[in-house]
């Protein structure tokens, strides 16, 4: 090559596998995001093959962090959205993340509540030799549960 001669390097593209190895990810969800809009990728015109850049595997591995923090794909896709309008998305971030905290913190009082049922179902069962239905019954274990926990108090 000559000095001085400027050459022109070609983008380098990565196909599905590719993103998903380097991403941790399957090619389906790699599949995924691209046909909900997450991604861009190109089309290589002699076979049709999908084409992402650095910036596709990038969202990939964005959107997987997102994720882990509990937000959803629609959030993500919010995020990127601000992004792409050259705005920052870290207020809205914070609320988000706020919102989903909030929602999980529900969903445990949940959890314990049921945590609890169960606990109770299970020590009144032990106490009970009910082994087989009666009339209308479907099961007696779980429709005399309320009034035998009662009787129990």
Known sequence: MAIGTI??????????????????VT??????YSRIGLLHPRRE??????????????????TRQAQALGL????????LELIEEGESPCLQVRAMVARRLSAINVQLDELKATDARIRRAMTVWRELSIDEAAGDEFCPLIERIETAAGAAH
């Open 72 to 79: 959803t794909i629609g959030d993500v896709k919010e995020i």
């Open 45 to 62: 015109p002699d076979n049709d093959y999908r084409l992402f850049t650095e910036d596709d595997l990038h969202r990939v591995t964005f």
């Open 7 to 24: 050459t022109q390097s070609k983008p380098a593209y990565l196909r599905v596998a590719d993103v998903a190895r380097h991403a941790g």
């Open 27 to 32: 090619p389906a969800t790699v599949r995924y």
